[in-house]
């Protein structure tokens, strides 16, 4: 919370031994300061007043009350600011400029660093949360960490994203583009510190993306499942891999989490969307989860990882080598190889997606969303009980299908 005191600058004195009266504003351990352009010797001064007979005041009452204006005014902008939630992504210095000029030029001296610096502890998701560091990481490389909101318009949107787009791919500059619009949505809807005819993004085009489709047909699954090798590295993420396949293409990140199975089932909200989910462990996971049991919690992999992200590291990296090798082994057999070279965790996902869709099964696509748990959680998903028997059901036609011999469902 920010305060406000008029005070007597006795630090230094100037020429005429007199000492200027400040407004302080503190706030955040930090300090800025407001002259009043008065200057009075210190004796004449008591607990925020002039005293009678101070030198060169020809009115003392109006002056008084000039100061007592002053501090009012200041202090009813600090409860607007308050009221509005601006508090936290201020500094002293912007409180001070704020109040000096009537509280009507915040909008054009918000720094976007500061503020979006300032929301990041307030969003729950880890995974969203990282991707915001992200992006303000990158934002103070291309700014040379100055950047305010006034700056970010159209022109700089498009030479952002040009930059942007030599550097990464696609959908990775528009994670970026689209944070930098969240970040302005927030600031002029929720916490009230910018104006609206602040917002670049009227008709800006974002890059566009190409999607990937990551399915592979069943076959691969099968290769992928029954390769044998004496790497235990290679083992370890083949068989995480397929541990995913069976529990519906379940992110890396939830994976890493699961405690417990209770009642047959795996019950936890998304890591990505924080929706309440459940799935059903077939026996073809279960059997992964006691060959990877931990020694002092479910999973082996949560004790060898020390975060979601250094197991998906190294998984994928490990997927890599698996490709490699299933595919050479194709290869010397005379047969086309099959396995994306660049194999990751999320063709898992995509797969079982794509195996579900199709005939023989041929699911719904919004069978499929529910399966896969797309969408973030609504109020209605309070009131609405999903029958998990159907997407348990679509999940064993697709894990039965795995067990046919190869040509049988083609």
């Known amino acids: 919370m920010a305060t406000l005191n008029l005070t007597l600058d006795t630090r230094r004195a100037k020429k005429d031994k007199t000492f200027p009266i400040k407004?302080?504003?503190?706030?955040?351990?930090?300090?800025?300061?407001?002259?009043?352009?008065?200057?009075?010797?210190?004796?004449?001064?008591?607990?925020?007043?002039?005293?009678?007979?101070?030198?060169?005041?020809k009115n003392l009452k109006l002056t008084n009350k000039k100061l007592s204006t002053l501090f009012n005014e200041a202090d009813d902008h600090l409860e607007y600011l308050e009221k509005r939630r601006r508090l936290p992504y201020m500094k002293a210095s912007q409180i001070a400029d704020y109040i000096k000029n009537g509280g009507n030029e915040f909008g054009e001296n918000a720094n976007f660093l500061e503020y979006l610096e300032c929301?990041?502890?307030?969003?729950?998701?880890?995974?969203?949360?990282?991707?915001?560091e992200n992006t303000l990481k990158i934002l103070k490389d291309y700014s040379n960490n100055s950047l305010f909101f006034d700056e970010i318009n159209k022109p700089w949107l498009n030479r952002?994203?040009?930059?942007?787009?030599?550097?990464?791919?696609?959908?990775?500059?528009?994670?970026?583009?689209?944070n930098i619009r969240a970040v302005?949505?927030?600031?002029?809807?929720?916490?009230?510190?910018?104006?609206?005819?602040l917002y670049p993004f009227r008709k800006f085009e974002f890059a566009k993306k190409t999607p990937r489709n990551?399915?592979?047909?069943?076959?691969?699954?099968?290769?992928?499942?029954?390769?044998?090798?004496?790497?235990?590295?290679?083992?370890?993420?083949?068989?995480?891999?397929?541990?995913?396949?069976?529990?519906?293409?379940?992110?890396?990140?939830d994976i890493y989490e699961i405690a417990t199975i209770e009642d047959g089932r795996i019950e936890y909200d998304r890591h990505k969307t924080l929706k309440r989910y459940t799935i059903k462990?077939?026996?073809?996971?279960?059997?992964?989860?006691?060959?990877?049991?931990?020694?002092?919690?479910?999973?082996?992999?949560?004790?060898?990882?020390?975060?979601f992200k250094n197991l998906t590291k190294q998984i994928n990296k490990h997927l890599k080598s698996l490709a490699n090798a299933i595919n050479n082994e194709l290869t010397e057999n005379k047969e086309k190889p099959i396995i994306p070279d660049d194999l990751k965790m999320y063709h898992a996902r995509h797969t079982w997606a794509g195996i579900a869709a199709k005939k023989p099964i041929g699911a719904s696509k919004h069978m499929i969303a529910q399966a896969l748990g797309h969408g973030k959680r609504t109020v209605t998903d309070d009131y609405f009980d999903y029958d998990n028997e159907l997407v348990d059901d679509l999940n064993r036609q697709v894990l039965d299908l795995l067990k046919q011999k190869k040509g049988d469902n083609q």
């Open 23 to 57: 407004l302080i504003i503190r706030h955040n351990n930090k300090m800025a300061s407001i002259n009043t352009g008065i200057s009075i010797p210190e004796k004449y001064w008591n607990d925020g007043q002039i005293k009678k007979g101070c030198p060169d005041i």
């Open 119 to 132: 929301y990041l502890p307030k969003i729950e998701n880890t995974g969203t949360r990282d991707r915001y």
């Open 160 to 178: 952002f994203k040009e930059w942007r787009l030599e550097k990464a791919a696609d959908a990775t500059a528009n994670i970026d583009l689209r």
């Open 184 to 197: 302005f949505n927030r600031a002029i809807d929720v916490d009230e510190i910018i104006d609206q005819n």
């Open 214 to 253: 990551l399915r592979m047909p069943i076959e691969a699954i099968r290769l992928i499942r029954d390769f044998k090798t004496d790497n235990k590295h290679i083992s370890l993420a083949q068989d995480f891999f397929m541990l995913s396949f069976y529990l519906i293409g379940m992110n890396n990140s």
């Open 281 to 307: 462990v077939e026996n073809e996971a279960l059997d992964i989860i006691t060959k990877r049991k931990g020694e002092n919690k479910l999973l082996v992999y949560q004790e060898r990882y020390a975060n």
